[in-house]
């Protein structure tokens, strides 16, 4: 079946530095990727959407400068956390879609967890 | 908006009993509800789905039932078994390719 990687599943970093996850579809091409957040206790909440070759869409409250989402291929897209601080240690998670829109299923990377030191 | 609530967990049961985790959403048209689980160590995974009213996703074992006129979608098992100890997600899609919204997970544990 569809099999979505997202690496690393967990990175240590220290205040200030800048971290890069990766979410790729092994097997099909994914023209829509999102990317959760998931803070202890709560629901995952979506922080952006991203279509291959365009700029990532952005929810509210969540700021693109600091949270750079990149979509350049129909495999990979990248998360990039800029100058980390504590408060953005989290569990993060991207999906992705394939070509079939709104019908092809949702399938999940194993999501990365941050910790900021 | 739209939103997901779903009964808080950590849930613990015996093994072979009967499972229910509540879900109940807020949502205006006719979204898509589902049910994800998350086993230790692994990423989401689709359980089950249902699209429109009436309609009833089932898959291993466990069922939910897409309720319209209470705005639910409660998840059952007959018979759990150790092996079904994971967090799971109730999640709805409002349209098309809008993205999920989920949910805080359950934690269910069953213990032999």
């Known amino acids: 079946g569809a099999v979505v990687s997202q690496h690393p599943s967990w990175v240590i970093c220290k205040s200030g530095t800048s971290v890069k996850i990766e979410c790729r579809s092994l097997?099909?091409?994914?023209?829509?990727m999102f990317w959760y957040r998931q803070f202890p206790k709560q629901s995952l909440m979506l922080m952006a959407t991203s279509n291959e070759g365009s700029k990532a869409t952005y929810e509210q409250g969540v700021e693109k400068d600091k949270f750079l989402i990149n979509h350049a291929s129909l495999t990979l897209s990248t998360l990039t956390v800029t100058s980390a601080h504590p408060e953005d240690s989290s569990f993060y998670i991207c999906s992705a879609r394939g070509s079939d829109r709104g019908h092809s299923p949702l399938h999940f990377g194993n999501g990365t967890r941050l910790t900021v030191t | 908006g739209d939103s997901v609530t779903q009964m808080e967990g950590p849930v613990t049961l015996s093994e072979e009993a009967f499972l229910t985790i509540n879900c109940t959403y807020t949502a205006t048209g006719y979204p898509s509800l589902f049910w994800y689980v998350q086993y230790p160590g692994e990423g989401l995974q689709l359980l089950l789905k249902?699209?429109?009213?009436?309609d009833k996703g089932s898959n291993k074992g466990f069922e939910a039932t897409y309720r319209k006129e209470t705005t639910s979608f409660h998840l059952e098992k007959g018979s759990v078994q150790v092996s079904d100890s994971a967090v799971y997600f109730c999640?709805?899609?409002?349209?098309?390719?809008?993205?999920?919204?989920f949910g805080k997970g359950t934690r269910l544990s069953v213990i032999a």
């Open positions: 249902a699209t429109k009213a009436d």
């Open positions: 097997d099909f091409q994914a023209t829509t």
């Open positions: 999640a709805l899609r409002p349209s098309g390719n809008t993205p999920l919204v």
